[in-house]
């Protein structure tokens, strides 16, 4: 009998396949302290959460038959996916289940903010009858920009459309293509900030959105814009947008999200111009009922047959094929994120060329892991190398891989080029038998670097003093070099320079090199400690 822990609020009728199960009991056990959880938790095989559960590293730790964590929702941010990994717990979630929720109450925050409706409410609730003081705008032929045109995104700029709105769509995935198939014009973050009355922001919290809209941002956006989050708390920076809405940059905010929840920015909270939610977007009986329904069937599933069909966290590989490539498939996953930097932008197309040994392998993991390097710069946490392929699909980016089992100078090499329109970036990689993993292509050049986590990449002209210059600029920053490698593709041509450094570059160091006579191009890469490959490697 396998027995599963339900620890917030949701839906009994979603649940009835666990219910009826015969191999399965079910406990409900909502409001529990985190040391009466933790105090429990030993006893089961699966824990189902909303939103308020904190599936923390301790409360892993103590679990000691916990086989799957499943998110009755989207975002995973309340549970530690890297301590469950490494304890070789699966987590799984309900994407797509509380989408139409989400972006009905989107639409909700967006009507109430244009109507000032709760403002009236309690207005008149409270004996009032004031025909005056709320008088409000129509959403007909404004414009609203939708920062995040994912799965909520795109539902809320069709509902929108219908109130005869203008849409300007920005995701970092958004194509040409797909925004005129959706009838929505394809923007920047810049574009709506000047043109919206209306934003609305759809993404993850990821490093990139955190703070998204802030004082810079609001500097920059159309006196007046109304601005909506029922995403994820942070992406807008609360101070900046109280300080927006005491000076009248921003009419009105409608926040269902908050940096940390129960939400306590009082100043936020009780602002004349905010309408405010506790994270609400999914809670209707439709949304709570499919997405406990589709954890319900996954966690039978996965006791009874093995078969996993939202998982964040696991890849399924034979452990021999698994420890062969362990070391290329850390570097993949290396590669993958300083390709995305050094393209700067979304991929429209990838091209995985395998050669020596690595052609005649099995290399689907492989390939995944560089997948999950590239996407996870924008998708963050929610891609894996189970969903890797899956989510590069949805954004509708192509990728070839060939394999040539002739060698390429080494016994085996990888090559990972990445497109966007004309551009492209590259990034060749191997394993040096006793020396371990080697970048030895940048673009076109050859170079021999160990990925460290801090490099800076530059090109210029083949012309003498620049080592020197480079090396001035951060030494007097007090930036040490730890490696230098230099390359030219001939004499007094184009040439680039490597280096890996003990510290981030800050901007000012950046803006100081850009600036630099005959430099063509200089780029600041990182590789972050927490993105190594993100599964149980026992
Ligand atoms: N308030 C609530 O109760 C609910 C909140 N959510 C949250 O809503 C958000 C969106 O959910 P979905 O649409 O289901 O996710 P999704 O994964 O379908 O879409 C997210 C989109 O954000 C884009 N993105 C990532 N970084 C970006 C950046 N820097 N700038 C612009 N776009 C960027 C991605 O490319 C992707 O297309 C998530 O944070 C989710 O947790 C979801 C359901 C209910
Ligand atoms: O479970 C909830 O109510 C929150 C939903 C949510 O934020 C999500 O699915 O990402």
New binding site residues.
Partial sequence: MYKVIVTDSISDSGLKALYDHPNFTVDKKSGLSPEELKEIIKDYDALIVR?QTQVTEDLLNAAEKLRVVARA???V?NIDINAATRKGILVINA??A??I??AE?TMAMMLSLARRIPHAHMSTSAGNWDRNAFKGVELYEKTLGV????????EVAKRAQRFGMKILG?????TEERANQMNITKAT?YDIAREADFITV?????K??KG?INDDYLAKTKKGVRIIN???GGIIDEDALVRGLNSGQVAGAAI??FETEPASNQELLSHPHAIVTP?????TVE?QEKVAQEVSEEIIDIFETDSIHHAINMPQVSGETQKKLQPFIDLGEQIGILAIQLLKN?PDKIDIHYYGNLAKEDNNLLTRTMIKGILSY???D?VNMVNALHLLN??GVSFNVMKNPESKGFASYMELTLHHGDHHSTIGATVLNGYGARIVKMNEYRVDVRPERYLLYIEHHDVPGMIGRVGSILGNHDINIGTMQVGRAEAGGDANMVLTLDKKVNDEVAKELVEMDGLKAVQFLEIPNGHLPAYNMQ
């Fill in positions: 939103s929702g989207v975002g941010d994407p797509g509380n989408t929720s989400a109450h920062i995040g045109m994912g799965k909520i995104g795109a920005y995701d970092p995935y958004l973050l759809h993404t993850p919290l990821t990139d959105t998204l029922c995403a994820r269902d999200v994270h609400l977007g999914a809670s949304a979304a924008h998708l963050s929610s949805d954004q």
